[in-house]
């Protein structure tokens, strides 16, 4: 009988031993995967900074070029150039990003919104004037934003993408910057664009569109010197998705225009390079 319970501990201590290893063996396993693709989706990160960087620096090269070529013009002319406000036609995309260090002179919206001091109270002008006709409820719930929260955005979109499609890293990154851009190249980092939603209805998607608010303000905006950003059908000229709630300002000189033409500020930004 001591015999029999003597092996039968034996056994149970095998069984356990076995057990254990096994499990071991599959965390060892499941550890070098992660690894695996933690080091993957450091190569992808990596792989997508040197490119913006690349842009960022062909982008400091046209800047420099341009302001060598300006300083040779005559006074009269560079005056005109200035009192044009040519730099608020400034593209910030994945194709051009910012130059790295940028930020604007700020001044309060309204609460804790910031915007460039050249269009921070003529953004809450629009909005005040925009209640005031009983246009609904128009809020910022997005304006100024710095390099590191737009870092945060765009992370956790990503996270969010790979989480809800069940797709790879890689493509999660392509994906979540048609929605939230890639850090470096938002236009929120220059201080003239702001999300305007309608508080009636407070879901950043195409049917806020058809709320009060915006049907007034994509008809006013350019009175201000804002316009609709991210038009519909356009996203293959902006990279962006449809965004019936992000306006940029231009200067009104240049909203009208872009306006009445029914242009991106891509496409206007080309035609008047090539006049």
């Known amino acids: 009988m001591k015999k029999n319970r003597k092996e039968v501990l034996i056994a149970a201590v095998l069984l356990l031993l076995t057990l254990c290893s096994g499990f071991l063996i599959q965390a060892f396993l499941a550890l070098k995967e992660a690894r695996r693709l933690d080091q993957a989706a450091n190569a992808v990160m990596?792989?997508?900074?040197?490119?913006?960087?690349?842009?960022?620096?062909?982008?400091?090269?046209?800047?420099?070029?341009?302001?060598e070529q300006r300083a040779g013009l005559p006074q009269q002319k560079r005056q005109r150039l200035d009192d044009l406000h040519l730099d608020l036609l400034m593209v910030v995309s994945a194709a051009s990003p910012l130059p790295e260090g940028y930020v604007p002179i700020l001044d309060i919206v309204v609460g804790e919104y910031e915007m460039d001091e050249r269009c921070a109270e003529k953004c809450r002008q629009m909005i005040e004037d925009c209640q005031a006709a009983n246009m609904g409820l128009p809020m910022i719930c997005s304006a100024y934003r710095t390099q590191e929260y737009q870092e945060m955005l765009y992370e956790n979109k990503v996270v969010r993408v790979m989480d809800e499609e069940r797709i790879g890293y890689e493509d999660a990154l392509k994906e979540a910057a048609t929605v939230v851009a890639v850090p470096g190249t938002s236009e929120h980092q220059t201080g003239l664009a702001a999300d305007i939603m309608d508080e009636v209805y407070p879901y950043l998607n195409e049917w806020q569109e058809y709320t009060d608010a915006q049907q007034w303000l994509m008809e006013h905006a350019p009175d201000y010197g804002f316009i609709l950003r991210y038009p519909p059908d356009a996203s293959d000229i902006t990279g962006i998705i449809y965004e019936p709630w992000h306006y940029r300002y231009v200067g009104e000189k240049f909203a009208k225009e872009i306006s009445k033409r029914g242009l991106t500020l891509e496409e206007y930004v080309a035609w008047r390079r090539g006049r």
Request: net charge neutral.
């Open 46 to 67: 990596t792989a997508s900074l040197d490119s913006i960087r690349s842009s960022a620096d062909e982008t400091r090269r046209e800047l420099a070029a341009a302001k």
